[in-house]
């Protein structure tokens, strides 16, 4: 490994952009509630059955999970710094901006 990407996003945003996520009873189309919100609300566009929430996605299970990253495997993030080979970008913005920023970030 001669490089590794930490991409940082704030862990409200973690859990309200995966909370948000919407996925189709039947055909497996996703969206989400503020960035890809379906234009029949909570019926998804392609088949017309209902969105739904995956049990993952619900706030409390997203937090358990970033608890689980902030114990074990954030360490590492020191681990790369030390070795000089992590490469920090910033992951709050929309999916153009952090591809860019992560270009950028490899480029350097």
Known sequence: ???????EVDDDM??????GRRECSKCG???????????????CERC?????????????T?????SVYHSQTEPLINFYKAKG???VADGSGSLDVISEAIIKALEA
């Open 48 to 60: 017309s059955s209902p969105l739904t929430q995956r049990a993952d996605d619900i706030p409390e």
């Open 62 to 66: 997203i937090k358990s999970r970033l």
């Open 14 to 19: 973690i859990v309200e952009r995966l909370s």
């Open 85 to 87: 080979i992590l490469l």
């Open 29 to 43: 189309a996703t969206y989400h509630i503020v960035n890809n919100p379906s234009k029949k609300g909570d019926i």
């Open 1 to 7: 490994i001669d490089r590794v990407v930490d991409i």
